[in-house]
């Protein structure tokens, strides 16, 4: 017997889902004016995996991910103006300008960090998990990571420490296939990642990462087991990104052949849950448009923060 | 046509001569007979005139340099005419056949400058603030490195040496000496090494030619003095006494066909000797009058060079200042020197009485290889004969 | 006062921090017996298992650790065995812990206290004899502390301990085991302040850690020859006490910067260019840095004490300023 996750679960996460999408999409339009700045790495085509499993978290759990986090961030409650702002550089911005895409964070939220360096957030789950265990708060850490992460000398390190001190922590795989350029097939020396788990001595699944029904189904036991106290699990959700790596890498074309994006456009996760839940196009727009409209208010915001000083380039370098 | 303006024999004496200064540069118009150039003989100055109009184009001769009589100082060209290579290379053998010495000193390796000379930055801080040229510091570490002890160190001697200025007389800084000096230098060593001189010193009665000088002048412009009269009467005496108008030379005394007396003049520069030619011709007007052409351009620094020269016989009057009697060192090659004392009243015995006279003392310094003391002393007695009675002269 | 060894003196500051805060947690390779040093033996004992852990060989990950659970309250005292082993985690140190508090505008604070030894074992060769503080001092965000007596280093560890700041702290092998008067109360050193060891006025010697023993064994040989040095120690070398050092040169107009690790590029270098910049006009002589040759330390006992600076190396190089 499995989780099951009912309707009105699954109408909110489509919601959710819709609103990182949406807000991915305007982050690029932004990129494309000018206004956003660095690396942007959009996780359109996965917004299930990470619904899925922090739909299974509670509110004082916490979260840590990778370089493609933004989704994460606005799961966790961050405030989307704050977002905007911090990804246009202003003052405002919810690390005043000073951290940028990669590093978003808001530990008031739960939200301790993206981070730039592949699989260096496995490591720091961990000592989250150690903190909670020390604690005894009762939360759970979720980690989430990329393929390429599980390739990483970390990643067998978090995992075996996170192993023998029954660390509260679950990872999460986004297996989208490639890192960077690099496809699974050629670097991994598993088919699926999750197998990786047993030299751990802990347990891994595989979900179908498109499917956030599958993945909250998952996500439950794996956070329960955690809070009981009895160790990680990593859960593998196979997923695709529909955009490149990041701004300026196309869709597909240089490592990724147009039939293959086609085929996992097939399988996108809002669309089908549109056609799962029956939904009409009255109620597709109606969401979007609150959502797009929650999205333009932050850009407003954002637009029309200044800048940080200069000398904010000094601030909070030592505490 | 262009020329080379060469080094002109001033006296018959002279080697060379050093370029004191230029007064036109290079490249300028200049005018027949204008002063363009400054030379220094070891007796005196001599500002040259230019042969010819047009433009100083060259100076091969620098600010001291030494030329040699004939030798090229610079080259005049016409109006818009070139120095041409001939010319140019000819000067160049001339100029590099003679060894032309610079006297002024070296200028090829430029004086270190604060950036060449080794200090720490505290010394070079130290010096500069106490105002201490780092030239002038001397470095007592291995490297050579000014340190900020030797700052210290000169600061402290300077202080010293300033007290030492303070207490003692004011120390004046170096000077090297001008040719004119150098030579006066060496010439009286000499003298003084190789003439043994003996003195004699006689006592003058001077009031009747005090008087007799007194009415002669109150009529007469040219105001004749007693150095006038003294030089007549030295020539009349050394006419007489014709040993003591030679020169030794070789174990000879050679006998001098002229008389040719030489007035000491004190200058800025030093004491020149200018020379009265033949005064036994002379009358005392006359010679009046060319002692004080000669003291004039002495005093000016005008005097030629032949002024200077053929002198047989020196007078020295140290009377203006209050010198009662002194002994001169004979000038060279002559063979005897007079050095006359200042006029003044005095009481004199004559008669078994004592007497207020104006009294003047000479004193003759001979060269004892040519004369002897009784010989010397004879024509003091001829002079002062001769001065104490004046009716003797006519 | 009682005199204790260096390592005494460090586990005496662990047990009274420990005690005096439950957030503060030990952990690393071997910590639980504290087999290298002695300085982590038996806190197990009074603080648990909970508190006092054993880890896996996986240094990049002890520090995640001490990042992930500093970043939710703890303060953690992560061990790296050997700082030559410090390669092993230099992205969780340089990219995560000097950078997370900037990143996060202010939000995050990291107040990890990495604990690692330095220096030569004696015959240890070159992977395990190394001085790397001077990697450190180069991260902006980055706290290195370097303690030079038992006193210095109890004080230092219990201020690195309560500072929020993510601190390197490079204890030294050779200093283990020297014995040295500490203070019975409880007290701590500040951090970013250097002291001088010894007052003089004819040449400023900057040194930390093992090398104080060198210089304070020059000093007196310099005190007979009628110099007196000015001993400072840096305890820590980054934020660097640029005050101290160069009211201290300004005073001596001299200066020889000595340190264990090699020249080329090591703190020596840093603190010469500062004084340089700011003091040049005081300087009567050349800064002068005596340090190890450049070269990975070799093996055999002659040629390892051949490349490593010592007293002599430090007269010699005085001697070279004073004239």
Redesign the interface.
């Known amino acids: 017997m499995g989780i099951f996750c009912g309707e009105e679960r699954l109408t909110e996460c489509y919601r959710k889902m819709v609103r990182i999408r949406l807000f991915e999409s305007q982050l690029d339009r932004l990129y494309m004016a000018g206004i956003v700045f660095g690396s942007i790495h959009t996780s359109i085509g996965q917004e299930a995996v990470a619904v899925g499993v922090s739909e299974a978290l509670e509110v004082n759990d ?1 979260i ?1 991910g990778g370089h493609r986090s933004h989704g994460l961030c606005l799961l966790k409650g961050m405030d989307m103006k704050t977002m905007f702002a911090e990804l246009c550089g202003r003052k405002t ?7 940028g895409s990669m ?1 978003l ?4 939220k739960g939200m ?2 993206a ?3 592949v699989a ?1 957030q ?14 005894k708060s009762g939360q759970v850490c979720a980690c989430f990571f990329g393929d390429g992460a599980s390739n990483a ?2 990643f067998h ?2 995992l ?2 996170a192993s ?2 029954k660390l509260p922590v679950v990872y999460v795989c986004e297996n989208n296939l490639y890192a960077l350029t690099v496809s699974t097939s050629t670097s991994t020396s598993v088919e699926d990642i999750a197998v990786r788990t047993k030299s751990y001595n802990m347990p891994g699944v595989v979900v179908d990462g498109m499917d956030v029904a599958n993945v909250y189904e998952a996500a439950v036991p794996a956070v329960e087991r955690a809070r009981r106290g009895e160790g990680p699990t990593l859960i593998e959700a196979k997923t695709y990104r529909f955009m490149g790596h990041s701004r300026g890498d196309p869709s597909f074309g240089p490592y990724r052949t147009r039939e293959e994006w086609e085929k996992w456009q097939l399988r996108d996760p809002i669309k089908n849950l549109e056609e799962k839940l029956h939904l009409s196009q009255d109620q597709i727009n109606g969401i979007e448009k609150e959502v797009e409209e929650e999205i333009q208010q932050a850009v407003r915001y954002a637009e029309k923060s200044p800048y940080p000083e200069l000398s904010d380039s000094l ?5 | 046509m262009a020329l080379i303006f060469r080094m002109p024999r001033l006296g018959d004496m002279m080697k060379e001569g050093k370029i004191s200064h230029w007064s036109k540069g290079e490249g300028q118009q200049i005018e027949k007979g204008e002063f363009i150039v400054v030379i220094e003989t070891d007796k005196v100055s001599y500002e040259l005139e230019s042969p010819e109009s047009g433009v100083l184009a060259k100076i091969i001769a620098a600010a001291g340099t030494v030329v040699p009589i004939d030798g090229p100082m610079a080259i005049i060209t016409q109006a818009g005419e070139e120095v041409t290579e001939e010319m140019a290379s000819q000067v160049q053998q001339e100029t590099s056949d003679e060894s032309l010495q610079e006297e002024a000193p070296r200028v090829t390796s430029p004086a270190s400058t604060t950036k060449d000379i080794k200090a720490t930055p505290l010394a070079k801080k130290m010096a500069k603030e106490l105002g201490i040229p780092l030239e002038e510091i001397e470095p007592q570490a291995k490297d050579g490195r000014i340190q900020k002890e030797d700052v210290e160190r000169y600061q402290r001697d300077r202080g010293d040496k300033s007290k030492k200025a303070e207490v003692g007389a004011k120390l004046k800084k170096r000077m090297p000496l001008t040719s004119m000096r150098k030579i006066i230098a060496q010439r009286l060593t000499q003298s003084s090494q190789q003439a043994p001189h003996i003195y004699l010193t006689i006592k003058v009665e001077m009031t009747k030619v005090m008087n007799i000088l007194k009415e002669l002048n109150e009529s007469d412009q040219t105001r004749i003095s007693v150095n006038d009269l003294l030089i007549k009467i030295a020539a009349m005496g050394l006419a007489e006494f014709s040993t003591l108008n030679t020169s030794l030379q070789n174990e000879e005394i050679v006998f001098h066909s002229e008389i040719n007396i030489g007035l000491a003049v004190s200058v800025e520069a030093g004491l020149i000797v200018p020379v009265i030619r033949s005064p036994l011709t002379l009358s005392l007007k006359e010679i009046a009058s060319q002692r004080k052409q000669i003291v004039e351009l002495a005093r000016d620094d005008r005097l030629k060079l032949t002024d200077l020269e053929g002198g047989t016989f020196t007078i020295s009057n140290l009377g203006a200042y209050g010198i009662e009697s002194f002994t001169s060192i004979i000038n060279p090659p002559q063979c005897a020197i007079l050095s006359v004392g200042e006029t003044k009243k005095e009481p004199m015995v004559k008669n078994d009485k004592v007497e207020i006279s104006s009294v003047m003392r000479m004193t003759l310094s001979i060269d004892h290889r040519i004369v002897d003391g009784a010989y010397g002393s004879e024509f003091l007695q001829y002079m002062k004969a001769r001065i104490e009675k004046p009716f003797l002269l006519l | 006062m009682h005199e204790i060894t260096y390592a005494e003196a460090l586990r005496e500051a662990m047990r009274e921090e420990m005690a005096r805060d439950e957030n503060v947690i030990a952990f690393g390779i071997d910590v639980v017996l504290g087999f290298l040093s002695g300085v982590t033996r038996g806190l197990i004992d009074e603080f648990g298992k909970d508190r006092v852990r054993d880890t896996p060989i996986c240094e990049q990950s002890i520090i995640g650790l001490a990042v992930g659970a500093s970043i939710m309250g703890m303060r953690p005292v992560p061990e790296i065995q050997f700082n030559d082993l410090i390669t092993l985690c230099m992205d969780q140190i340089v990219n995560q812990a000097a950078k997370l508090r900037y990143m996060s505008g202010g939000n995050l604070s990291v107040p990890v206290t990495i604990r690692t030894c330095c220096g030569i074992l004696g015959s240890g060769a070159a992977q395990h004899s190394q001085n790397l503080e001077a990697w450190f001092i180069h991260v902006p965000g980055l706290t290195v502390v370097a303690p030079s007596t038992p006193a210095e280093a109890k004080g230092l560890l219990k201020s690195s301990i309560r500072d929020n700041n993510p601190v390197l702290f490079f204890e030294n092998k050779r200093l283990y085991t020297q014995k040295g008067q500490v203070p019975d109360d409880n007290y701590i050193i500040p951090l970013r302040k250097a002291n001088i060891v010894k007052s003089g006025s004819d040449v400023t010697l900057i040194s930390w850690g093992y090398m104080l023993q060198e210089v304070n064994a020059a000093a007196e040989f310099l005190q007979k020859e009628g110099i007196e040095a000015e001993i400072i120690d840096l305890r820590t070398l980054s934020p660097l006490d640029k005050r101290t050092m160069l009211d201290s040169v300004r005073k001596t107009n001299r200066v020889v910067i000595i340190e264990e690790g090699c020249r080329t590029g090591g703190v020596g270098a840093e603190v010469s260019a500062i004084i340089a910049e700011e003091a040049l006009e005081n300087l009567d002589a050349p800064i002068k840095r005596v340090a190890a040759m450049d070269t990975p330390i070799p093996f055999s006992p002659s040629l390892e004490n051949y490349v490593l600076p010592n007293k002599e190396t430090v007269l010699k190089a005085v001697r070279e300023i004073m004239h």
Request: glycine content about 14%; charged content about 15%.
């Open positions: 916490v840590t911005g919810v690390c005043r300008g000073k951290a590093h964070m808001d530990p008031t301790m960090g981070n730039g360096i260096q496995m490591p720091i789950a961990a000592g989250i998990g150690f903190a909670i265990q020390l604690k000398g970390v390190e978090a075996n420490i023998i001190w601030d909070d370098i030592y505490a």
